[in-house]
C-alpha cells in the first residue's frame, strides 16, 4: 500500500508550484509547492482556516488560481488552452456534504456524467452504476431518492458519483466531517479500498488516526503554507515544527 | 359594370332605378363596435340604428353591404387607407372631417340632454342643479355644454368614459343628472335604465355617412337617394322609433334570460382573454428567463441590461404600456399595430421583469455546492445549469411562476382599455348595451373566478406531475 522510497520515482501525479491565492485582498495560499506520485495517498491536515479546503479546490480548478501553476496528470490547469472540463473528469471529488443532485435516484446521479459527456448510453451507464454501487455496498438503493439515505449511505453514493468517470485522482474534503460517528466508519472502508486499489488520493481530514493509519505523507497546512510534511509516523510520532507540535498536542 | 348591362333590360323591367352605379355591387361599410342605439350587438348580431339604415338603404338601392365593426377610430383610419368602402358609426359631420372625407345628407340630428334618476322629483330643470355634481362623456358634446353652463348654475361637471358608467353614478346618487347625447339618453331610458330625461334636448351634431375624399361617389349618392326613399315612405321613423321610442321587447328580462343571451359573447371574451394570456405568458418566461439568467451573469453588461429591464418595466403601470404599444408606436413607426400584438407585448414584458426576478432567485437559492459537484465531474457551466442547477431552482419557482400566471390572467382586463376584446371588454360592450351593470358584473366574476381556479387546478397537476 505504502510508496517505498524506490516507487516515488515515478513521474508525478500532480505538481504544485508556488501557488498563491487571493480572496480580494485576503491571501489564503502563499506559495504551496507539493508533488504527488501516482498511487500515493497525501493527507492534509492543519487548523480551520490554514487553507486546506482552498488548495484542494485549486487542484480541479473550482477556484481560480492567483499564481504559480498546478500540473495534474500533465495538464497545466492554469494554462487558458487547456480544457478544466478534461482535466476533471480524471479528478473524483468528495466534499463534505456530500452535494448529490436530490432531483436525480442514487443511479442517475452517478449515470449523469458518463451519459451527458457521452462516455456511455444509458445502458452501459446504468450496468457501471450498478457495479460501483456494488462496490460501496448500495446496490438496493439504485433507485432510491438521495434525501431517503442515510448521512453514510449518502456520502458513499458521492464517492461511487466521483468514480464515475474512472478517475485517476480522487480528492476528499473532510468526507467524514458531517456524519454521525457511528457512520464514519462505513465511509472510511471505501475510502480505504480506494487506497488497496492504488487510487491516487488527496485527503482533507479531522480524523488523525485515520491519516495516520491510510496516508503514504501527511501534510500539515498553517497559515496558506506547507509548514510540515512527511510520512505519517514521522510527521506524528517527531513534529519537527513548533507550529506542528502545538496542533497536534491539541487534536491528538 | 358589365354584369349590369347584360341585366339592364330585366333590372328596367322590374322597376329598378335607372343605373346608378352601385346595383349588384357589394361595399365594405366599417362601423363602431358599439355606441348603442347606433350600433350594438344583440344576440352576437350587429344591429341599431345606423345598421338598420344602412341595410334598408342597400336593399332599396340594390346593393349589398358587408358590414366590418372595426370600432370608431379603426373604421375611420380603414377608410383613409381604403380598406373599407364607407363609414357608418354615429359620426357627426365636422368641418376638420369634411376635409378628408364626402359625407352624405345627415341622416340624424343629434343634441345634447340631461337626465336625472326615475325617482328623483327634485331636479327638474338647471335651476335645480346648484351646489350638486353632475356627470358627462369624456370629451363628448356634453361635457362641453355642461362645462359651459356650469358656472352659470353654479353646478360641478365631473367627467367619465361610458354611458353605462354614468348611468350607474346617478342611480346610485354620486351625481344627480347626466349629460349626454339624446339619441344614447332615450334609448337607455327607453331600454328602463332606471333614468329620465327632464330637459329639452339642445340642438348638437348631424349624423352623416362617410366615403373617402372623392372616392366611391355613386355610393355615396346611392345612400342620399335612399334615405329620401326611407323618409318619404315613413320607414326611416319606424327605424328611429324601434330603438328610440318603445322599450325593445327583445332585451332581456330575467337574469337567467340575461345569462343565455351574453354568454356567447362573454364566452369569445373569455376565449380571448386565455389566449392571450397562455401566448404572453409563453413569451414572459422566455424574457424572463432570458433576463434572470443575465442578472446573475459575471458579464457587467449583460447584468446591466437585464437589471435596466426590469426596473423599468417593474417601476412603471402595466397600462401605461398598454397604450404606449398600441398608441404611442404606431407613432413611431408609421406602421398600424395589430392589437394582439400590442397586448402580448405589454403582458408579457410586465410579466417579464417579474419572471426575471423569480428566475434569478429560484436559481439563487440552489445551494452552490450542487454547481461545484456538477462541474467537478467535468460537465460545463451550461450543461450543469441544465441538469442540475435549472430543474432544482423550477421546482422552488413553481409557485411563484403559477402565482404570475394568475396575476397576468387578471391582468389581461386592463388590455380593454385599448379595445382588445377580452372577457371584462365584452362585459362592457353588453352593458353599454342594456344597462344590467351589477348582473353583467357578477357573471364576468364568476367567470373570472372560475377561469383563475381551473388555472390554479391544472397548473398545482402540472406541478405534481413535473416536479414530483
Ligand atoms: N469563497 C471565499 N471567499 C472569501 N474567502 C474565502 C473563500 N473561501 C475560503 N475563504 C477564506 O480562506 C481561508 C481558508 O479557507 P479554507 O476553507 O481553505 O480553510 P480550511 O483550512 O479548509 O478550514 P476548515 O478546516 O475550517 O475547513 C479562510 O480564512 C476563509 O475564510
Ligand atoms: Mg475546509
Redesign the interface.
Known amino acids: 500500500m505504502s510508496a517505498s522510497p524506490v516507487e516515488t520515482q515515478k513521474p508525478a501525479k500532480i505538481t504544485v508550484k508556488g501557488l498563491r491565492k487571493s480572496f480580494g485582498a485576503n491571501e489564503v495560499l502563499k506559495g504551496i509547492d507539493v508533488e504527488i506520485a501516482e498511487g500515493e495517498v497525501v493527507c492534509v491536515i492543519g487548523p480551520s482556516g490554514s487553507g486546506k479546503s482552498t488548495l484542494l479546490r485549486c487542484l480541479n480548478k473550482l477556484e481560480e488560481i492567483s499564481a504559480g501553476h498546478v500540473i495534474v496528470d500533465g495538464f497545466d490547469v492554469t494554462d487558458p488552452k487547456v480544457d478544466i472540463n478534461e482535466v476533471r473528469r480524471h479528478v473524483g471529488m468528495v466534499f463534505q456534504h456530500f452535494n448529490l443532485f436530490p432531483h436525480m435516484s442514487v443511479a442517475e446521479n452517478i449515470m449523469l456524467a458518463p451519459v451527458e459527456l457521452k462516455k456511455a448510453t444509458r445502458v452501459e451507464a446504468r450496468a457501471q452504476a450498478m457495479k460501483l454501487l456494488e462496490r460501496v455496498g448500495l446496490k438496493e438503493k439504485a433507485d432510491a431518492r438521495p434525501a431517503s439515505l442515510s448521512g453514510g449511505q449518502k456520502q458513499r453514493v458521492a464517492i461511487a458519483r466521483a468514480l464515475a468517470m474512472n478517475p485517476g485522482i480522487m480528492l476528499f474534503d473532510e468526507a467524514t466531517s458531517a456524519l454521525d460517528p457511528e457512520m464514519v466508519g462505513e465511509v472510511l472502508q471505501v475510502i480505504r479500498d480506494l487506497a488497496a486499489e492504488g487510487m491516487t488520493m488527496v485527503l482533507v481530514t479531522h480524523e488523525m488516526g485515520f491519516a495516520k493509519e491510510i496516508g503514504d505523507r501527511v501534510v500539515f497546512m498553517a497559515d496558506g503554507v506547507v509548514c510540515e510534511s512527511g510520512p505519517p509516523a514521522e510527521l506524528f510520532g517527531n513534529p519537527q515544527q513548533d507550529r506542528t507540535k502545538e496542533f497536534l498536542s491539541k487534536v491528538l | 359594370m358589365g354584369m349590369f348591362l347584360v341585366f339592364g333590360g330585366a333590372g328596367a323591367a322590374m322597376a329598378a332605378p335607372a343605373d346608378n352605379g352601385v346595383e349588384g355591387k357589394t361595399f365594405v361599410i366599417g362601423t363602431d363596435t358599439t355606441f348603442a342605439p347606433f350600433e350594438f350587438r344583440e344576440n352576437g348580431e350587429l344591429t341599431g340604428i345606423d345598421m338598420d339604415l344602412v341595410r334598408a338603404i342597400a336593399e332599396a338601392e340594390g346593393f349589398k353591404v358587408e358590414i366590418r365593426s372595426l370600432g370608431f377610430n379603426a373604421a375611420l383610419q380603414a377608410l383613409t387607407s381604403n380598406q373599407v368602402d364607407g363609414v357608418i358609426a354615429g359620426m357627426s359631420i365636422t368641418d376638420e372631417r369634411k376635409q378628408v372625407y364626402d359625407f352624405s345628407e345627415p341622416y340624424f340630428e343629434s343634441g345634447i340632454q340631461m337626465a336625472v334618476a326615475k325617482n328623483d322629483d327634485t331636479i327638474k330643470g338647471y335651476e335645480d342643479l346648484k351646489g350638486k355634481t353632475v356627470v358627462a362623456k369624456t370629451g363628448s358634446e356634453g361635457e362641453a355644454y355642461a362645462k359651459s353652463i356650469a358656472g352659470q348654475y353654479g353646478f360641478t361637471v365631473k367627467s367619465l368614459d361610458q354611458s353605462a358608467t354614468m348611468y350607474e353614478s346617478v342611480k346610485s346618487g354620486s351625481a344627480v343628472a347626466v349629460f349626454d347625447d339624446y339619441p344614447v339618453l332615450a334609448y337607455g331610458v327607453a331600454q328602463n335604465n332606471g333614468l329620465k330625461t327632464v330637459t329639452d334636448k339642445v340642438p348638437g351634431g348631424s349624423y352623416g355617412f362617410a366615403v373617402n375624399k372623392g372616392k366611391n361617389t355613386a355610393l355615396l349618392a346611392a345612400f342620399n337617394d335612399g334615405l329620401a326613399k326611407l323618409k318619404a315612405d315613413g320607414d326611416y321613423q319606424k327605424i328611429l322609433d324601434k330603438y328610440l321610442a318603445n322599450p325593445t321587447a327583445a332585451q332581456p328580462t330575467t337574469f337567467l334570460d340575461l345569462l343565455g343571451k351574453s354568454f356567447p359573447a362573454l364566452m369569445s371574451g373569455l376565449k380571448n382573454t386565455l389566449v392571450v394570456t397562455i401566448i404572453s405568458f409563453a413569451v414572459a418566461m422566455a424574457i424572463g428567463l432570458l433576463a434572470g439568467f443575465m442578472k446573475i451573469s459575471h458579464n457587467i453588461v449583460l447584468r446591466g441590461i437585464a437589471t435596466t429591464f426590469v426596473n423599468i418595466f417593474r417601476g412603471t403601470p402595466l397600462l401605461l404600456w398598454a397604450f404606449m404599444f398600441y398608441f404611442g408606436l404606431p407613432q413611431l413607426t408609421g406602421q398600424p399595430i395589430n392589437i394582439w400584438v400590442a397586448g402580448v407585448l405589454t403582458l408579457s414584458l410586465n410579466s417579464g421583469a417579474y419572471v426575471a426576478e423569480i428566475v434569478r432567485g429560484g436559481i439563487q437559492s440552489v ?1 452552490p ?2 454547481l ?9 457551466y451550461g ?1 450543469s445549469m441544465q ?2 442547477v435549472v ?2 431552482a423550477f ?1 422552488m419557482m413553481t409557485p411563484s411562476l403559477i402565482n404570475q400566471l394568475i396575476i397576468m390572467l387578471k391582468d389581461s382586463s386592463l388590455l380593454l382599455a385599448i379595445g382588445f376584446a377580452e372577457l371584462l371588454y365584452q362585459g362592457q360592450q353588453i352593458y353599454a348595451a342594456n344597462f344590467r351593470v351589477t348582473e353583467t358584473l357578477l357573471i364576468v366574476g364568476v367567470i373570472y373566478f372560475v377561469a383563475v381556479m381551473a388555472l390554479t387546478k391544472l397548473a398545482n397537476y402540472a406541478d405534481r406531475r413535473f416536479n414530483k
Do not use: N
Open positions: 445551494d455546492g450542487q461545484e459537484a456538477s462541474r467537478s465531474l467535468g460537465l460545463g450543461k441538469k442540475v430543474p432544482q421546482k
